[in-house]
């Protein structure tokens, strides 16, 4: 099976990291599994991926000094794998690893995904346990000069055979435990390490051949951002989706920061190939990261964010606690008429000022125009229509109809706001 049939489309879905940090539980996972499929599934929301050290006993504990606590004692096998901790995850005791809970996610027509650091666990290489399949041990294929320098539970793994099965065993095992998606991370860019040395780009091609021979279709996200766009073959060849931004948060600049960065990529979007603009940071945030709070955005800068991501063709991973979620930012998340975006669009960027950016996505049957207000103040935009657009249109987050002046559209959009048109061909 080629890699681009595993995700023809964005993967729509969600992720624990912005609510729960590194500290979410079996039954945390359950409640959001759950609410996605009573609530968002029929919109085409469907994975639910638990983010970063689900491996951890002890995540969260001194949240107030590390984040990531340095050389804790993980649960791993006896063969460098890394295991769910039974404390956070029960139904992993006795070897079962993700299994029982990658069955319930499965069980509501979900599908179960995961978070993993780049590399060989340290506490493996410092205790020289076995590889899989080889006779060498942690110690012989870790790269102790290839590190992450945000995370210290990793070194690099060697580029060699013995390097390659240790990949092989971890992915079989994902696969085994019924694994639909893999979130790596420290690979997919690294401001440690110049481009031509970093080992993430041998990685990456490690695990897509693990995956190739795993038996199962594995989505493959590589994080975090920027990534780089002179490299862009590099991830359409191996991945799924990639970063391209760094973590991305409820921060205007930060968004409106995104409209460059999908301009770089506006080219390289294709079935199976995604560019990523990170998770959607709405509703209830930051539990796990210290304290909790509603996201900043505005009304209007959520729409933005949304029609963006949308337009784009940008993944959608919704990074708040989903049973807190309330009736507008649910209506935000499952406007259909913005989400068609996703399924069927091709866009391109028409205009990017200081001030304004525009879009346009042609689908089969309709051509969508979204003028967006990057100011600090209400403005009038417009644009010129394609010829192919005929007749009336319709704004899709209001539902009002449009007659264009012409052959333009003119419209009073608030600040950092947007609006969306769209016309049958």
């Known amino acids: 099976m080629n890699k681009n049939d595993f995700a023809p489309t964005p993967p729509m879905g969600w992720n624990s990291y912005d609510y729960y940090d590194t500290t979410v539980t079996e039954d945390e996972v359950k409640a959001n599994a759950d609410y996605m499929a009573e609530n968002l599934k029929k919109f085409g929301y469907e994975y639910i991926v638990i983010d970063i050290e689900w491996y951890s006993n002890a995540a969260g504990t001194r949240r107030d000094t590390y984040q990531y606590i340095p050389f804790e004692d993980f649960e791993m096998d006896e063969y460098s794998r890394l295991q769910p901790s039974p404390l956070r995850f029960p139904s992993s005791k006795g070897g079962k690893g993700f299994k029982p809970l990658a069955d319930y996610v499965h069980g509501l027509g979900l599908k179960f995904g995961i978070h993993i650091m780049r590399g060989i666990p340290r506490m493996a290489a410092h205790r020289h346990l076995k590889v899989l399949g080889t006779d060498a041990s942690a110690s012989d294929i870790a790269d102790a000069g290839s590190i992450c320098g945000w995370n210290p539970d990793m070194y690099g793994v060697k580029h060699n055979a013995d390097g390659q099965a240790y990949y092989d065993s971890i992915i079989k095992m994902y696969a085994d435990w019924g694994v639909d998606f893999i979130k790596c991370d420290d690979i997919c860019d690294s401001w440690m390490y110049p481009v031509e040395k970093f080992s993430g780009w041998e990685e990456t091609r490690m695990i897509r051949r693990a995956i190739d021979k795993c038996g199962r279709p594995i989505v493959l996200s590589l994080s975090p951002g920027p ?199």
Not at 258 to 284: N, S, V, Y
Not at 300 to 324: A, H, N, Y
Not at 376 to 382: C, G, H, K, N, T
């Open 227 to 425: 990534a780089h766009v002179e490299n862009a073959y590099h991830y359409i060849e191996n991945a799924n989706m990639w970063r391209i931004t760094d973590d991305f948060w409820d921060n205007w600049d930060l968004l409106k920061n995104m409209f460059w960065r999908c301009e770089q990529w506006q080219d390289h979007t294709r079935a199976g190939c995604w560019p990523d603009c990170d998770m959607l940071p709405i509703g209830k945030l930051g539990k796990g990261h210290g304290s909790e709070w509603n996201s900043n955005f505005t009304d209007d800068e959520l729409k933005t964010m949304m029609t963006l991501w949308c337009v784009c063709r940008s993944p959608l991973m919704i990074g708040t606690d989903l049973p807190q979620l309330d009736d507008k930012n649910f209506n935000l998340l499952t406007n259909p008429d913005i989400l068609a975006m996703l399924k069927d669009g091709r866009a391109r960027q028409l205009r990017r000022t200081e001030s304004e950016a525009v879009w346009i996505s042609e689908g089969s049957d309709c051509i969508r125009l979204a003028l967006f207000n990057l100011s600090d103040s209400d403005a009038v935009l417009s644009a010129e229509l394609p010829e192919a657009a005929k007749g009336e249109g319709r704004e899709l987050w209001s539902g009002e109809s449009v007659k264009p002046d012409g052959s333009a559209v003119e419209a009073n959009v608030p600040k950092h706001g947007v609006k969306v048109y769209a016309f049958t061909k």
